[in-house]
């Protein structure tokens, strides 16, 4: 019989994945906004992420810096979530299942980590789609999708199921920014409880998680962010590329190497906060369900 405690994992990503998004929506949307932007006409130009926030408040009030919450609010919810209880019940797996697991702990926590997000992009690619294309639609004009359900079902009879799936295959390549992240904060939490003297799950101090969560997660989007922008530009409504290396020249050719890395600058100031509160707020459900199953 499943005891709460089997589920710690699940229910404290879900819980850090709500409260991370209710704070950090309107710089996700601006992150995005500065990815899509190839120099359009009809896009809202910005001077700064300051002028951007300006011009989207002028124009429909703080309510317009959380467009795209909903989707946003429900992938991260679910995706936390699930990629932390199947990358650690990988781990378990592999480790009581392999013994070379426990000799290459590093290769065998990228390995399970890239392989949990690849399935969870399997069923969240749709909630994301939705989520950027609401964000993407601009003060200026007509707004094409009337919430997330009717932007589900516009993308579904205009250009099929399969337009559900755009940006999949670079969301593929993405994986692997998240699997940087848990490698790196696996290993440095483990490595702090060893050196404390304690189990390598054993709850550890606030400034620990501060700390291994941010150094993790700037390292793993500064490494992998040129995938973020191929995927937001693919699943971009307002403009026409034709799947990943079509992106990527028009990007370079367009924009040079530069273009790969817009958005770059919001999406690490969005990290520091954005990551802690989902680590901290993981760690802190997740032993808190350990006290109450004992």
């Known amino acids: 019989m499943s005891r709460l405690k089997d589920y710690e994992n699940l229910l404290g990503g879900l819980s850090g994945g709500v409260v991370s998004t209710m704070v950090c929506h309107p710089m996700d949307l601006l992150k995005i906004r500065y990815s899509a932007n190839e120099g359009s006409s009809f896009r809202p130009q910005y001077s700064s992420y300051v002028d951007a926030a300006r011009q989207i408040t002028k124009s429909e009030g703080v309510r317009g810096l959380y467009q795209g919450l909903t989707p946003n609010l429900l992938g991260c919810a679910l995706s936390w979530g699930a990629y932390l209880h199947v990358y650690n019940w990988m781990r378990q797996r592999a480790r009581s299942s392999f013994p070379s697991a426990a000799a290459s702990p590093h290769l065998t926590n990228f390995a399970c980590a890239y392989v949990s997000g690849a399935s969870v992009m399997c069923f969240t690619n749709p909630i994301w789609l939705v989520k950027t294309r609401l964000c993407l639609q601009y003060e200026s004009g007509v707004e094409k999708y009337d919430g997330m359900v009717d932007c589900m079902k516009k993308i579904v009879r205009e250009e099929g199921p399969r337009g559900l799936y755009k940006g999949f295959v670079a969301g593929l390549f993405g994986a692997s920014h998240g699997a940087v992240q848990m490698m790196l904060y696996t290993h440095l939490s483990e490595r702090r409880a060893r050196q404390?003297?304690?189990?390598?799950?054993?709850?550890?101090?606030?400034?620990?998680?501060?700390?291994?969560?941010?150094?993790?997660?700037?390292?793993?989007?500064?490494?992998?962010?040129?995938?973020?922008?191929?995927?937001?530009?693919?699943?971009?409504?307002?403009?026409?590329?034709?799947?990943?290396?079509?992106?990527?020249?028009?990007?370079?050719?367009?924009?040079?190497?530069?273009?790969?890395?817009?958005?770059?600058?919001?999406?690490?100031?969005?990290?520091?906060?954005?990551?802690?509160?989902?680590?901290?707020?993981?760690?802190?459900?997740?032993?808190?369900?350990?006290t109450i199953d004992k």
């Open 196 to 290: 404390l003297g304690r189990e390598p799950t054993a709850q550890l101090p606030l400034t620990d998680y501060f700390f291994f969560s941010t150094l993790s997660k700037v390292l793993a989007v500064t490494l992998t962010y040129p995938y973020q922008v191929v995927r937001t530009r693919m699943q971009d409504h307002n403009a026409a590329y034709r799947g990943v290396w079509n992106t990527l020249t028009r990007t370079v050719q367009g924009e040079g190497v530069r273009g790969l890395y817009k958005g770059l600058l919001m999406a690490n100031i969005r990290t520091l906060p954005a990551t802690v509160i989902v680590f901290v707020t993981y760690e802190k459900v997740k032993h808190a369900v350990r």
